[in-house]
């Protein structure tokens, strides 16, 4: 199994845990940009950690060059020869046209960009309830998808933390921004023909099946 997957979404679509369910389905690596700047900020207390910690914090972009660049070294590791799941990128359309300029220079291109539908008003609520394992970054929410005790990991035990961008104010930004930077990308699509559409409010299991069916997997 093959396929070559952009997730598309405003935060808060869930696409982070629809994709992690579909790489433990398919082995397909889920490769969030989100998560490799908090790691990077996490580890690097240099300029660069210091500059992308506070663009995060502000729920601004990060600029597109250095996105690019973390992108391409993490397509060319060989967990990739089974494609891919980006969730978080492309943002913009330069970050889209730089995508599809890489996977033309290897002879691949896209198989779908998946785009979860979800109204703002929604976004927000999701977004100020997640909660995250800091140790093994599965995603709960104290609404939809509690954790079995208190606010304990299900799986490690250890307390459940919230993102810094996650707080109401910074969610509202990020949605604006999204309008703003990633609708463009999603007309990119649907002028290529690869645009496909998924309803992000009518329950993860759906959804997945959705996008499973999208990519042609099948259990048997
Ligand atoms: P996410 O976890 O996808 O919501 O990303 C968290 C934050 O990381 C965003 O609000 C941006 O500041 C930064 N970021 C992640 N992916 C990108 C991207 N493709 N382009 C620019 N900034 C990004």
Request: charged share 35%.
């Amino acid at each position: 199994m093959m396929a070559y997957l952009v997730f598309l979404g405003p935060p808060g679509a869930g696409k982070g845990t629809y994709a992690k369910r579909i790489q433990e389905k398919t082995g397909i690596p889920h490769i969030s940009t989100g998560d490799i700047f908090r790691d990077i900020v996490k580890k690097e207390n240099d300029e660069l950690g210091k500059k992308i910690k506070e663009i995060m914090e502000k729920g601004e972009l990060v600029p597109d060059e250095l996105v690019n660049e973390v992108v391409k070294r993490r397509l060319s590791e060989k967990d990739c020869e089974k494609g891919f799941i980006l969730d978080g990128y492309p943002r913009t359309v330069a970050q889209a046209e730089f995508l599809d300029s890489f996977l033309e220079s290897q002879n691949k291109h896209l198989t779908a960009a998946v785009l979860f539908d979800v109204p703002e008003d929604v976004v927000v609520q999701r977004l100020t309830s997640r909660r995250i394992c800091p140790k093994c970054g599965r995603i709960y929410n104290m609404i939809s998808l509690p954790p079995k005790e208190d606010e304990l990991c299900d799986d490690c035990k250890v307390k459940l933390v919230q993102r810094d961008d996650d707080k109401e104010e910074t969610v509202r930004h990020r949605y604006k921004v999204y309008l703003e930077k990633t609708q463009p990308v999603i007309d990119y699509y649907g002028r290529k023909g690869i645009l496909k559409r998924v309803d992000g409010t009518i329950g993860i299991d759906n959804v997945v099946a959705e996008v499973l069916k999208i990519i042609g997997w099948s259990d048997k």
